[in-house]
């Protein structure tokens, strides 16, 4: 008689709510990183908050349940970055992993020369997406065409650098800190440094410290969470809230509250003139959006709990 192999038993997805910082390592995608804390959490619904190359590391919000729905509000958010920039080398991609293109030397350039180019990169400039990005141009991916050997001409787009700081400068490398608005290309920066300089450069090495108010030091690695048991792991969700710290708060009373969940407009407080999360008995209840005859809308509900 043969033997017949054990199935395993079948995963039972659960409700759960909250929001987890994970460290991504190098070499995962990130929506590879996100199923594997997806299944350690047996979580029914997840999502991130925005991409990490698999040759980037850091901070990767990830969202489970009700964060879901708010996720899309830290896409907007500003992100500070730690990037190490190869000097001399100019590839395709502008990172790493691309083709070499050109060499140059870099004896002329020091450390004199790198912090009076800096200031031409910082507050509002104008930056032209690599061909090697996930934009897409006929429905098509650029980084698809790239590729094939194909390059679409893309019009520059302004983005803000808040701050730009050198960490470190040996030579043939340097490391920068920097405060981004959403839609800049660190890769697009490194090359524009290089040609700045006059030596070329790439992106060797980039790390995401910061995404709106969330910290890389509140994070957490894959192997530590799957170290944890479960109530450990629950134990390092951060409330839905977490998403939205950066918008007023508004507080309604019990009878505005039920209003308001059931999708009907309240009062407007005054002086408030965009989007708000909205609390009842100190509990988010959702976002709300000014609107018609001066009223606050509901724009995103929470589910309770069942």
Known sequence: MTATAQQPPKRTWQRVDGVLL???????????????????FSAAKAGHTGTLDPAASGLLPLCFGEATKFSADLLDADKTYEAVVCLGVTTDSGDAEGR??????VDAVDEAAIRRVLPQFTGAIQQ?????????????PLYELARQGIEIERPARTVTIHGLELLDFSGTTLALRVHCSKGTYIRTLAADLGRALGCGAHLAALRRTEVGGLDLNQAVTLAELEALDESGRHARLLPVDSLLQSLPRVDLDPVAAERFRHGNPVDLPPGLSGKSRVYADNRLI????PGPAQRLWPKRLVQSAA
């Open 22 to 40: 994970l460290d991504k390592p190098l070499g995962l995608t990130s929506n590879d990183a996100l199923q594997r804390a997806r299944r350690l």
């Open 286 to 289: 959702g976002l709300g959006q």
């Open 100 to 105: 070499v293109i050109a060499t140059d030397p």
């Open 128 to 140: 032209i997406p690599p061909m090697h990005s996930a934009l897409k141009h006929q429905g098509r």
